[in-house]
């Protein structure tokens, strides 16, 4: 699917950063898939590779491209959803790891802690397999707001709750301050005028909405009320195995 331009030039970027990591690769020594310059994050929903994201980040893009563990292929959108700022992309990548939603709605999060981290960021982080939760939920919202630090580069990144299940997918910052419902803040780097730093409050798209859409589109998902993770295991490290890195070209 072929949509409006996005970015001069970016085709030529994203098939240069391609040769070099080939060429790296031949040489035996991998590109690191931060290394190109992701714009947006996504999670692996399926054995089939289909990758949610969010909307915005893609929407726009004369080329998709999706990047894990210094591979890198190109991507087609399944489907798109304005209302919820959701997307589907499909490419060759195949995951070792897809995310599991719980099977039971959650009405009521009261304020507790969960991950969500850019894919970019979660290849940097330091110590990963002992990060608990590195933002809180507000409570007494009908929907997902969290307390979070994440910067450009965090749309589409997954939320992942107690036991490691996705929870939701992060798609913007508050735009006019912390208490306000009056707009969001794109967290793609390529809708970001500057980056934003500190915990502010953040948005992401809550189950109950990727559920509906995920079943309108005909996307398969794996659901369970069971922890994914051991009590000594880490939501970040899970994160990290279950993201996947957007270039939008």
């Known amino acids: 699917m072929t949509v409006g331009k996005h970015q001069v030039g970016g085709t030529h970027r994203v098939w240069a950063a391609f040769a070099l990591m080939a060429m790296s690769s ?26 949610l994201t969010a ?39 195949q995951p070792y790891l897809n995310a599991t939603l719980p099977r039971t709605d959650l009405d009521s999060l009261n304020g507790i802690g969960v991950f969500a981290e850019s894919y970019e960021s979660l290849q940097r982080l330091p110590d990963r397999h002992r990060v608990v939760s590195n933002a809180m939920t507000i409570p007494g919202r009908g929907d997902l707001q969290l307390l979070s630090d994440v910067k450009p580069g965090a749309s589409g990144s997954a939320v992942l ?9 992060v798609t913007g910052r508050a735009a006019f301050g912390p208490s306000s419902d009056a707009g969001v803040v794109a967290l793609s780097k390529a809708a970001s005028s500057r980056p934003r730093h500190g915990v502010t409050r953040v948005r992401a798209v809550p189950l109950r909405e990727i559920k509906l859409f995920l079943l309108d589109n005909q996307i398969p998902f794996q659901q369970s009320d069971a922890a994914q993770l051991g009590p000594l295991q ?6 990290a195995t279950l993201a996947v890195g957007v270039i939008c070209g």
Do not use: W
């Open 234 to 239: 880490s939501p970040a490290a899970r994160a």
């Open 26 to 51: 031949l040489a035996g020594r991998g590109v690191g898939a931060a290394e190109l310059q992701t714009q947006a994050s996504g999670v692996f929903l399926n054995a089939a590779g289909d990758v």
């Open 55 to 93: 909307r915005h980040a893609v929407a726009d893009c004369e080329s998709l491209f999706l990047v894990k563990d210094g591979r890198i292929a190109e991507a087609r959108i399944r489907a798109l959803s304005e209302r919820s700022d959701l997307a589907v992309l499909r490419s060759a990548l």
């Open 161 to 169: 709750g107690s036991g490691g299940l996705l929870i939701g997918i």
